[in-house]
């Protein structure tokens, strides 16, 4: 194995295929004989996860640079390029803040035009949604998004989506990253200069002209017409949302935004929090501060790409509590559902409301309620993608996951922060001119439902070794019996009809649901932990209980 690594990194140290920063990067490594970095850069190629490819920058196979960035771009290209029949050869660009993001943005669209593929490509950064709005509206058969979401600042990543708009699931995923892993050296790479594609139109740059498009198309998801009677605080985190996001609260009606300006602009170092990640909360104390200076109604956080949305809201006695992803998502179907009915547009019939399997099961009594359907899909927004364009005759009410994804319309096949914070300031205005706050209404609801609670515990284990044990816990788990659990589910089998996946869900006799799986975006393994109670005090003593059950458990493991 240490000769094959080092075999791997000789070549990029001297090959010509690679340009010279990139060979010192490597030649330092082996001079030092720094073996577990070395073998962490090539032990494996760069694989397509959850979020597609995307790993840390830097030289090596198993990173993002311009060479996987451009070899990735390549068998796309051959995989468009052998699809039988197709006349409009064309492929939407666009990225985030990220450091590197233009420039692997500018690569990806000047190799796609040396293969005879027509490119779109955004003028600077945009929210990934507007990627997926566009693929639809310009007639693409592809798309391609730079950015790696809300990882740490180390990371970039290449996100396919198809010509339907949503990130590539079977069986394209199959046929696209089997035509990628053919391309094992830079030297079959077809490129050419970005000056001489924009001279033959093989280039075309795109933007203010599909913002308003895109930002059209939120605002007809919009429920009630809001009153101007909240105070908003807004942090982009230095990525996507900090022109777009703005624009559609003006648009609304929404006049009192308070920018927190430190956070204010896009900065691919995001130096003002440890991870751009909206769902840590270490990430909004900056905009929590501003909220208790500016006396606010609510806190929005956007990630770097601005397709996930973090809350703080305004409790009874003037402080402020963070909502998680699963709150938010029951608040904004309990609020969707019952404004629809109460205008008499709830279409029972052929209305969905679809989440993923890890996220609260809270969302399906209130469904019941409703008597609307709710649909369960595997984790990762892009299987929504799917359901939404294979049941073309259901109409979308609403789509959640429990890592702050939110969907309301089909315009888009990916989850958007500007369209939902459209929705949750409609919502926090529609409910405080009735004297109540998101986080009573929460309250209520839970009242009225029983009281779910969650939680998401992750373990961390990089490189070679940690992905070992990943595997190794999984494969353990499978095995695991406890007198109290009531069933298993191993969706490694293929269940429900749902593509098999490596996730396990332990349900228990009084309602407590764990679910685990292998993170497809960092080198992880995540415990999703739901309880319901009576009340909110016995919720958080029993999540607690079970939590630390079941954090035990895998430490033993480990």
Same mark, same amino acid.
Request: net charge neutral; proline share 3%; aromatic share 10%.
């Given at each position: 194995?240490?000769?094959?690594?080092?075999?791997?990194?000789?070549?990029?140290?001297?090959?010509d295929?690679?340009?010279?920063?990139?060979?010192?990067?490597?030649?330092?490594?082996?001079d030092?004989?720094?073996m577990?970095?070395?073998?962490?850069?090539?032990? *494996?190629?760069?694989? +397509?996860?959850?979020g597609?490819?995307?790993?840390?920058?830097g =030289?090596?196979?198993?990173?993002?640079?311009?060479?996987?960035?451009?070899m990735?771009?390549?068998?796309l290209?051959?995989?468009?390029? /052998?699809?039988?029949?197709?006349?409009?050869?064309?492929?939407?660009?666009?990225?985030d803040?990220?450091?590197? &993001?233009?420039?692997f943005? &500018?690569?990806?669209?000047?190799?796609?035009? =040396?293969?005879?593929?027509?490119? +779109?490509?955004?003028?600077?950064?945009?929210?990934?949604?507007?990627?997926?709005? &566009?693929?639809?509206?310009?007639?693409?058969?592809?798309?391609?998004?730079?950015?790696?979401? /809300?990882?740490?600042?180390?990371?970039?990543?290449?996100?396919?989506?198809?010509?339907?708009?949503?990130?590539?699931?079977?069986?394209?995923?199959?046929h696209?990253?089997?035509? $990628?892993? *053919?391309?094992?050296?830079?030297?079959?790479?077809?490129?050419?200069?970005?000056?001489?594609?924009?001279?033959?139109r093989?280039?075309?740059?795109?933007?203010?002209?599909?913002?308003?498009?895109?930002?059209?198309?939120?605002? *007809?998801?919009?429920?009630?017409?809001?009153?101007d009677?909240?105070?908003?605080?807004?942090?982009?985190? /230095?990525?996507?949302?900090?022109?777009?996001?703005?624009?559609?609260?003006q648009?609304?009606?929404?006049?009192?935004?308070?920018?927190?300006?430190?956070?204010?602009?896009?900065?691919?170092?995001?130096?003002?929090?440890?991870?751009?990640?909206?769902?840590?909360?270490?990430?909004?104390?900056?905009?929590?501060?501003?909220?208790?200076?500016?006396n606010?109604?609510?806190?929005?956080?956007?990630?770097?790409?601005?397709?996930?949305?973090?809350?703080a809201?305004?409790? =009874?006695?003037?402080?402020?509590?963070l909502?998680?992803?699963?709150?938010?998502?029951?608040?904004?179907?309990?609020? $969707?559902?019952?404004?629809?009915?109460?205008?008499?547009?709830l279409?029972?019939?052929?209305?969905?409301i679809?989440?993923?399997?890890?996220?609260?099961?809270?969302?399906?009594?209130?469904?019941y309620?409703?008597?609307?359907?709710?649909?369960?899909?595997?984790?990762?927004?892009?299987?929504?993608?799917?359901?939404?364009?294979?049941?073309?005759?259901?109409?979308?009410?609403?789509?959640?996951?429990?890592?702050?994804?939110?969907?309301?319309?089909?315009?888009?096949?990916? *989850?958007?922060?500007?369209?939902?914070a459209?929705? $949750?300031?409609?919502?926090?205005?529609?409910?405080?001119?009735?004297?109540?706050?998101?986080?009573?209404?929460?309250?209520?609801?839970?009242?009225?439902?029983?009281?779910?609670?969650?939680?998401?515990?992750n +373990?961390?284990?990089k490189?070679?070794?940690?992905?070992?044990?990943?595997?190794?816990?999984?494969?353990t788990?499978?095995?695991?019996?406890?007198?109290?659990?009531k069933?298993?589910?191993?969706?490694?089998?293929?269940?429900?009809?749902?593509?098999?996946?490596n996730?396990?869900?332990?349900?228990?006799?009084d309602?407590?649901?764990?679910a685990?799986?292998?993170?497809?975006?960092?080198?992880?393994?995540?415990?999703?932990?739901?309880?319901?109670?009576?009340?909110?005090?016995?919720?958080?003593?029993?999540?607690?209980?079970?939590?630390t059950?079941?954090?035990?458990?895998?430490?033993? $493991?480990?």
């Open positions: 194995m240490e000769n094959n690594i080092k075999e791997k990194a000789r070549t990029w140290a001297f090959s295929a690679f340009d010279i920063n990139t060979k010192n990067e490597i030649n330092v490594l082996l030092n004989n720094n577990d970095e070395l073998r962490d850069r090539f032990y *494996k190629n760069l694989e +397509f996860g959850t597609g490819l995307r790993g840390i920058m =030289a090596g196979t198993n990173r993002i640079n311009i060479y996987t960035v451009s990735a771009t390549q068998g290209a051959n995989y468009i390029n /052998h699809i039988p029949n197709l006349t409009h050869k064309c492929v939407v660009v666009a990225y803040s990220r450091n590197g &993001s233009s420039t943005a &500018s690569k990806t669209a000047t190799v796609l035009a =040396a293969n005879g593929i027509a490119v +779109f490509l955004f003028d600077n950064i945009r929210p990934v949604p507007e990627l997926s709005f &566009s693929i639809r509206r310009l007639k693409a058969i592809a798309g391609v998004c730079i950015t790696a979401s /809300h990882n740490p600042s180390e990371y970039n990543g290449y996100k396919v989506f198809y010509a339907d708009g949503a990130q590539i699931t079977p069986p394209q995923d199959i696209i990253v089997t035509e $990628i892993n *053919k391309i094992q050296t830079p030297a079959v790479i077809n490129d050419m200069s970005f000056n001489e594609a924009i001279e033959k093989l280039i075309t740059i795109i933007g203010s002209d599909v913002d308003s498009q895109y930002l059209d198309e939120i605002l *007809k998801q919009s429920i009630n017409r809001a009153e009677n909240i105070k908003i605080v807004y942090t982009p985190l /230095h990525g996507a949302g900090y022109k777009l996001l703005p624009e559609i609260l648009k609304r009606g929404f006049t009192n935004l308070i920018i927190v300006e430190e956070q204010a602009y896009p900065d691919g170092n995001f130096t003002t929090v440890n991870s751009p990640n909206p769902e840590d909360p270490s990430s909004l104390e900056l905009g929590i501060s501003y909220c208790k200076t500016h606010a109604d609510l806190l929005l956080a956007t990630d770097p790409d601005c397709d996930r949305i973090g809350t809201v305004k409790t =009874a006695n003037e402080t402020f509590t909502l998680n992803g699963n709150q938010m998502a029951v608040l904004m179907t309990y609020y $969707i559902l019952s404004e629809l009915k109460r205008k008499n547009a279409n029972s019939g052929s209305g969905v679809i989440k993923t399997i890890v996220t609260t099961d809270l969302i399906k009594d209130i469904c309620d409703f008597n609307v359907t709710c649909i369960d899909v595997l984790t990762g927004f892009k299987y929504i993608g799917k359901w939404i364009n294979d049941n073309p005759t259901k109409e979308l009410l609403f789509a959640c996951e429990e890592s702050y994804g939110y969907l309301r319309g089909t315009y888009a096949r990916d *989850k958007d922060a500007i369209n939902a459209n929705l $949750i300031c409609e919502m926090t205005s529609h409910y405080k001119s009735q004297g109540q706050t998101l986080y009573e209404k929460l309250l209520e609801i839970y009242d009225e439902y029983g009281c779910y609670l969650e939680s998401l515990t +373990f961390t284990m490189g070679q070794e940690g992905s070992i044990k990943i595997n190794a816990i999984m494969d788990l499978r095995g695991y019996h406890d007198e109290h659990l069933e298993v589910l191993d969706f490694k089998r293929g269940l429900f009809n749902l593509p098999k996946s996730v396990l869900i332990f349900k228990y006799n309602e407590s649901k764990i685990i799986r292998p993170s497809g975006t960092e080198p992880k393994i995540k415990i999703y932990i739901s309880v319901k109670a009576k009340g909110l005090m016995e919720a958080k003593t029993k999540l607690l209980t079970v939590e059950m079941f954090i035990n458990l895998i430490n033993s $493991i480990k």
